[in-house]
C-alpha cells in the first residue's frame, strides 16, 4: 500500500533466491543469505548443522541418488524420491540445538507443498514451515525451533517425477547451549492459594507502593489459584495485575471486591492507567464492585455477581475504559465515564451516556441511539479472538490461547470450557529482569514463546518474532524500552502470532517505529489465524524523554488490533513539543484490518493514518496534542491541523463505528482543526457515529468529518460534542 510521502518505515525483505544456483557461488550465496537483516544489530552468522550428519528418507529413485546425496555439500549429487506424493528427507543432527534457517536446493523435480517438521525425538514432530505454493530452485526459509531432527515432508510434487534436492541445509546454533522453558515465575508474580497467610496484607503492601506511581518502575502480577478467597478487598493500582489461574472464571471467587479509585488524585480517576483484571468471579460486599479507570486498563474474562461501577467515589470524572468477555450479572454505572468500549459480553444493563460508549456482541447492552442517548452498538464483533492467559492445569502451569470467533456474541466461556489450545509452560521462555535483547532472540529462534515477567526491559536490538503462532505475553504491565533508537518489536508477516499484556516505551534516542506487525511488502493471506496485539500499550515520554517517528505499523493483512492506547505524553516527566517528539500513532498499510478498542492521543501529526482496504474499527477515542504552541505548529498545507484519524484517499472500502476526537489545545487556545477525521468520499467508506468535542473552549473543530458537521466553537467554553450521525 502507498506510503503517502512518508519515509520507508521497514526494511525490504531479502529476495528470496531463484533456481540456476551453482556449485561455484554456493559459499559466497549462503553467506550473504545469513547477513544480517538492514537495520537489525551484528550477530554472529548461524552454522550450517546437517552438512555430512545421518540422513534417512521414504523412497529413493534409483542407486545414484541416495538420501546422502543431499547433505553432502556438493551440487552434482541428489537425492531424489520415488514419483509419488508423501515422500520425505529427514537428517538427524546428532543433539537437540536451536535452528534458525532451512536452505532447499531443488533439481528440476521439487516440491509445489510440504512442509518442514522437527523434532527432538524422531517421534513426534511439528510443524515450523508450511506452503502449498513451492516455486522450486533454491528457497530459503526463517525456521526457527529446537530439534535434533529436521524433515522436509513433501506433500504434493510439481511435475510428473518425485522430489529431487541437490542440498537440504539446516543452519542454526552449531550444538551452542540451549535455553530452558518453563520455569519459576520471579518474586513480582505473588502467587496466592486460599491457605497463603495474610493476602489481604500482600494486596495492601503493593497497594501502597503503586497507588501514584503513575510512572514509576514497579511491576506487580497477583495470580490467584483456583478457589474461594473470603473477606478481601483487592485494591489495584499503577503497573499491577490481579488474575485468576483457572481457566474458567468461575474456577476462582473473591468474596469481597476487586477496586480502583481515585483517593491518591482527589477523586478525578482520569489519569487511572496501566493496570488489569482477568478471570476471577467476584461476589461484592455491597452489591457493586467500583472500577473506576481510564485507558490501558483492561477488564478480561471477569463474572461481577452484582454492578459494576465505573465511576470513582464521588463521581468525578473517568476517561474511558474496556471491557471483553466478561458477564456482569446486575447493571454497569457509567455515570461520569466519558467514553466507554464493551466487548463480546453479558450485561445486566447500562445507565447513562456521556460522549461516546459503544458495545459489540453485548447481550443486554442498549440499543443505537446516537446521538442522544450516545449509544453505538453492534449486535456481533465480526471477528473476535480472547486474549491468551497463564493458568493451572492440576499443578502445571499452562498458557491457554483461545480460539478465534466470527460474528461473537456474549462471552467466550459462557457454554462452561472455552475453546482454544493449551500451551504448556516449557514451551516458553520466562523472560526476567536482566535479560538482554540477544537471549529473548535467541529463545525465539529457538521456537520457544515468550512469557515477560514484571518488570522493565531494556533492549538494545530489535526482539524479532517470526515463527508463526508465536505467544508473546506479559504479566503486571512488563515493560520494554528500546535503546539507541532501535525498533523494539518486529514481527514477520506469518500465522497467528498473539503479543499480549505489555508496555513499549520509547527511549531517548529516536526510534523510526516502535512496534512492527509484518515488513512493508506484507501480502499473505492470514484470515483463518490473524496475529492479535491485545492490551499491548505504547507510550512516548511521561516516565523520561522518549522519541519516535511512527509507533505503530500494521503491515500484515488480517491483524485484529484489540484493545491498545498509543499515547504521547501529556503530563509526567520528559514532555513538550519537541522534547517528546512524535508525528505519528499508528498507521495501517494491511488489508482487512479491524481494530476493537483503538485509543491514540496526543501526537504531533496525525493519530492514525489508513491505507489498507477493508479495514474496520469499532470505538475510538483520541485527544488532540495538547501542547502545540501556535497554530503554525500543526499546519498541514492548506488544512488546518492533522486529522485524528485518516483513511487516505487510496482506499475504497472501510468502515467505522463510534468514534470520538476532543481537543485541549491549553497552551494556544486560539489553534482551530480543519476537522476531527478526514476520508475519501467514496460508496464503500462508511461512518456511524462520530463527535469531537472542544474540552472547555481550548481550541475548537470547525467540522466533524472533512466539511461535514458543525463547528465547536458556538458552544464558546461549554463542553458540548458536535456528532455525525453517519458519512457520507
Same mark, same amino acid.
Given at each position: ?9 521497514? =526494511? ?50 534409483? #542407486? ?8 553432502? /555439500? ?19 543432527? $546428532? ?66 517425477? /518425485? ?135 483492561? &477488564? ?15 463521581? $468525578? ?70 486474549? =491468551?492467559?497463564? #493458568?493451572?492445569?492440576?499443578?502445571? #502451569? ?109 527511549? =531517548? ?8 506487525? /509484518? ?7 492470514? @484470515? ?53 517528539? @512524535? ?35 469499532? &470505538? ?8 502545540? =504552541? ?99
Amino acid at each position: 500500500m502507498p506510503l503517502s510521502n512518508s519515509p520507508s518505515l521497514a =526494511p525490504p525483505a531479502p529476495g528470496r533466491l531463484r533456481r540456476g544456483v551453482t556449485g561455484a557461488v554456493i559459499t559466497a550465496l549462503a553467506a550473504s543469505l545469513l547477513a544480517v537483516v538492514p537495520g537489525t544489530a551484528a550477530q554472529a552468522a548461524p552454522a550450517l548443522l546437517s552438512q555430512g550428519k545421518p540422513v534417512t528418507a521414504s523412497s529413493q529413485e534409483h #542407486y545414484g541418488t541416495p538420501a546422502a546425496g543431499a547433505v553432502d /555439500g556438493d551440487l552434482g549429487t541428489r537425492w531424489s524420491s520415488a514419483a509419488s506424493d508423501a515422500q520425505w528427507l529427514q537428517v538427524d543432527l $546428532g543433539a537437540p540445538v536451536g535452528i534458525g534457517q532451512v536452505v532447499l536446493r531443488w533439481e528440476a523435480a521439487y516440491a509445489k507443498a510440504y512442509r518442514i517438521q522437527l523434532s527432538t525425538d524422531g517421534v513426534n514432530w511439528s510443524t515450523a514451515y508450511s506452503t502449498a505454493d513451492g516455486a522450486g530452485g533454491t528457497e530459503t526459509l526463517p525456521v526457527s525451533g529446537t530439534a535434533r531432527y529436521v524433515r522436509m515432508q513433501g506433500v504434493t510434487r510439481a511435475t510428473g517425477y /518425485g522430489y529431487s534436492l541437490w542440498e537440504f541445509q539446516v543452519y542454526g546454533t552449531d550444538g551452542g547451549p540451549v535455553l530452558p522453558g518453563g520455569g519459576d515465575l520471579g518474586p513480582n508474580v505473588h502467587v496466592i492459594d486460599p491457605s497463603t497467610p495474610d493476602i489481604q496484607g500482600k494486596l495492601d503492601r503493593v497497594f501502597r507502593e503503586q497507588e501514584s506511581a503513575q510512572f514509576g518502575s514497579g511491576r506487580h502480577a497477583f495470580l490467584f489459584k483456583p478457589g474461594t478467597y473470603d473477606n478481601l478487598n483487592a485494591q489495584i493500582g499503577f503497573y499491577t495485575q490481579i488474575a485468576g489461574l483457572g481457566l474458567r472464571p468461575g474456577d476462582t471467587t473473591i468474596n469481597g471486591d476487586v477496586t480502583v479509585d481515585a483517593g491518591w488524585f482527589n477523586g478525578n480517576a482520569t489519569q487511572n492507567f496501566w493496570r488489569g483484571a482477568e478471570g476471577l468471579t467476584v461476589n461484592p460486599v455491597n452489591g457493586t464492585n467500583r472500577w473506576a479507570v481510564s485507558q490501558a486498563s483492561s &477488564f478480561r474474562r471477569m463474572h461481577v455477581k452484582g454492578g459494576l461501577n465505573l465511576a470513582p467515589n464521588g463521581y $468525578g470524572w473517568a476517561s474511558g475504559g474496556y471491557i471483553a468477555d466478561s458477564r456482569i450479572d446486575g447493571q454497569v454505572g457509567n455515570y461520569s465515564q466519558q467514553q466507554w468500549y464493551t466487548r463480546d459480553s453479558s450485561i445486566g444493563g447500562w445507565s447513562n451516556s456521556v460522549w461516546n460508549q459503544t458495545f459489540s456482541g453485548v447481550q443486554g447492552a442498549p440499543a443505537t441511539s446516537f446521538p442522544e442517548p450516545r449509544y453505538t452498538t453492534l449486535d456481533t464483533t465480526p471477528v473476535s479472538r480472547e486474549k =491468551p492467559y497463564l #493458568y493451572l492445569d492440576g499443578d502445571t #502451569y499452562k498458557v491457554f490461547a483461545p480460539a478465534k470467533r466470527v460474528n461473537a456474541r456474549g462471552t467466550s466461556w459462557a457454554g462452561g470450557t472455552p475453546q482454544g489450545e493449551s500451551v504448556p509452560l516449557d514451551r516458553f521462555y520466562v523472560v526476567k529482569p536482566g535479560a538482554t535483547a540477544a537471549t529473548i532472540n535467541q529463545a525465539l529462534a529457538q521456537g520457544l514463546n515468550l512469557l515477560f515477567t514484571p518488570g522493565v526491559y531494556h533492549v538494545d536490538r530489535t526482539i524479532e518474532v517470526n515463527r508463526a503462532n508465536t505467544i508473546v505475553l506479559g504479566l503486571g504491565l512488563a515493560t520494554v524500552i528500546p535503546d539507541n533508537g532501535v525498533t523494539a518489536m518486529r514481527v514477520a508477516d506469518v500465522d497467528g502470532v498473539r503479543l499480549a499484556g505489555f508496555l513499549i516505551d520509547a527511549g =531517548p534516542v529516536n526510534s523510526r517505529t516502535l512496534l512492527e506487525i /509484518g515488513p512493508q511488502d506484507a501480502g499473505a493471506d492470514h @484470515a483463518a489465524n490473524p496475529t492479535t496485539v491485545q492490551d499491548v500499550y505504547i507510550r512516548i515520554g511521561g516516565a523520561g524523554a522518549g522519541k519516535a517517528t511512527t509507533s505503530m505499523v500494521v503491515n500484515s493483512d488480517d491483524t485484529l488490533i484489540d484493545h491498545t492506547w498509543v499515547w504521547r505524553a501529556d503530563h509526567g516527566e520528559g514532555w513538550g513539543w519537541e522534547t517528546n517528539r @512524535a508525528d505519528y500513532g499508528v498507521r495501517v498499510n494491511g488489508d482487512d484490518v479491524l481494530a476493537t478498542g483503538l485509543f491514540v492521543e496526543h501526537f504531533n501529526k496525525y493519530d492514525v493514518e489508513w491505507y489498507g482496504e477493508r479495514g474496520r474499527t469499532v &470505538f475510538y477515542q483520541n485527544e488532540k496534542a495538547y501542547d502545540a =504552541p501556535d497554530q503554525a505548529a500543526i499546519q498541514n498545507g492548506a488544512t488546518k491541523g492533522y486529522a485524528a484519524y485518516r483513511v487516505d484517499d487510496s482506499v475504497d472500502t472501510h468502515e467505522a463505528w463510534g468514534l470520538g476526537s476532543y481537543c485541549n489545545y491549553n497552551v494556544n487556545p486560539a489553534i482551530v482543526q480543519d476537522h476531527g477525521f478526514k476520508a475519501p468520499v467514496k460508496p464503500g467508506v462508511r461512518f456511524h457515529s462520530l463527535l469531537v468535542v472542544s474540552l472547555g473552549g481550548m481550541g475548537h473543530y470547525n467540522h466533524v468529518i472533512n466539511d461535514t458537521g458543525a463547528s465547536t466553537a458556538p458552544a464558546g467554553t461549554s463542553t458540548v460534542p458536535s456528532t455525525v450521525v453517519s458519512f457520507p
